[in-house]
Structure formats: C-alpha cells, structure tokens
C-alpha cells in the first residue's frame, strides 16, 4: 500500500498535470488521484481516467467523493481568461470568462468550496497555487475580463490560512514551459520582488519548478503553515546554485498572508 493519499485539482490544467505526473513517479511514497472536469480532456493528456474523478469546483457536492479519505489536497485550479476574438492590428486583445468562470466563482467560491469539503472531510493539509502581484490592487492582472483575479485569490488564501487546516500557499511569477530543474529559484513575500527584483533576474519561474515545489511542500515539515512567492534566477546563470535542498528553501519562509 502506498503512503500519504494525494487529492490534485486543476489535475488537467498546465501545472496541475505534472504534479499529477510527478506525485505518480513517487508511487511508494504516494497514492495521487486527480480532479479534472472533463473525460475527454482527462484521455487526451494521461491516456485513460483511471485515478481520476469529474467535478466541478463550483459545486461542492461534486467533490466529496474525489476528496474522500485523502491527507493532503492540492489546489491548482484557477479561472481561465479567454480571447474575446484576435486584436485587430495595433490594438490589445480583450479577454473574457466562460459562463460560470469569473474569478470571483473560480478563484474564490471554487476554492473556499473545496478548502471547505477538505475541512468536512478530515484532510490536514492544503497546498493552494497562487499568483504574485496580489498586493496591488491596480495589478493589470486584474484588469483581464475586469476580473480582479488577483484580489479574489488572495481573499481565498487568507479563508485557507484561517481554515486551521495546514497550509502552504505557494504564489508564483509568470510561469513558463521549460524544462525544470535548471535554475535556482527564489522566495520572498508581498511582491517584494516584483518591486524590488534582484540583479538581471526576470520575476518568473518555468511550471515544472512549481510543480517540484508542490511535490517538496508535501513531504517537507518546514513548508507547512508558510505562504511565499516564488521565481527563478534564469538558466545559466553564473552565479545561480540549482536549488535542490527544498527544506531549506523552506526554512527561508514565513507563516501568514
Ligand atoms: N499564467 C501565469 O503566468 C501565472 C503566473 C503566476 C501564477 N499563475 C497561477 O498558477 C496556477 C496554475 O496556472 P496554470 O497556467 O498552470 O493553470 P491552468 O492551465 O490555467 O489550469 C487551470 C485549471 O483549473 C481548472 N478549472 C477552472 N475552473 C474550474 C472549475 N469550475 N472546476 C474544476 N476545475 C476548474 C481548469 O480545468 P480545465 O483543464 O478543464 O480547463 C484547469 O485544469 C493558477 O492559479 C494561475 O493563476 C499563473
């Protein structure tokens, strides 16, 4: 039997997906199962349902059984924006959210949704994906579909912190589609290096980074009870020593919004 029971939602989404790859390779210590709203999408990236559920975050009644007798959740779901239609030439593409997809339903009822069956459900430990930039209302990111994303994720991680439940709340930069495990990466917290960024480092981070992050923040002590943003010095970098030691990155964290 393996050990800790992983429940990972957003399972079909960008980063959601290789936590759900990389909680599998650890089979021995870990038994992963994913939330994914759709079959066919749930098919088409990992071959077959087996190991998942269908739900809807919106609708907490669709997640109990997903949830059922597992330790530990992770959350990556989030509100998607979409294009309204392609910009015409020197004009800035305008973004919406699917029906039922507005941030406030997503990234905040969906979240407190789920943060609320874990707490039904015994689950003791959360790990919620966010992103940087929350601290300031006037963010771009909340101007997309006039979604004011970042306010309703941060409402949400504050709900997670006084939940009682463990917690670790990892926010990151701008993610990328690039290979892991080449860079050194960086916390802090309260967006302070998005305004004060250290030398020649771009505020990102390549997902397959979040994704180990995630990984490490549950089987790592010292990640449990913190909340930090996270970036990556870029590959290469002289001066950069690839992170490895994720407790000790850990340690450099703090409790609290
Ligand atoms: N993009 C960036 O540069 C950036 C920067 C910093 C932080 N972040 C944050 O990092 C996290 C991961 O980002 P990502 O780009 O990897 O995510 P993503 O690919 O956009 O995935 C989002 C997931 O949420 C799921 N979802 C949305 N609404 C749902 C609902 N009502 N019920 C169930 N599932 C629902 C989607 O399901 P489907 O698969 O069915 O669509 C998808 O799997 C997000 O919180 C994001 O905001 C992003």
Known sequence: MSGKKVIVTGATGRTGSLVVKKLRQLFEQFEVVGLGRSEDKIKQLFGSTEGFFTGNINEKSTLETAFKGCDSLVILTSAVPQMKSPPQEGQRPEFTFEPGGMPEEVDWIGQKNQIDMAKELGINHIVLVGSMGGTNPSHPLNKIGNGNILIWKRKAEDYLINSGIDYT?????????????????????????????????????????????????????????????????????????????????????????
């Open 169 to 257: 709340i990892i926010r990151a930069g701008g993610l990328l589609d690039e290979p892991g495990a080449k860079r050194e990466l960086i916390v802090g917290k309260n967006d302070t290096l998005l305004s004060n960024p250290p030398n020649g480092v771009a505020t990102s981070i390549p997902r397959e980074d979040v994704a180990e992050v995630v990984v490490n923040a549950l089987i790592e002590t010292s990640a449990k009870n913190k909340a930090f943003d996270v970036i990556s010095k870029p590959e290469n970098d002289d001066s950069a020593v690839i992170t490895q030691d994720f407790a000790a990155l850990f340690e450099q964290t703090t409790p609290g919004l």
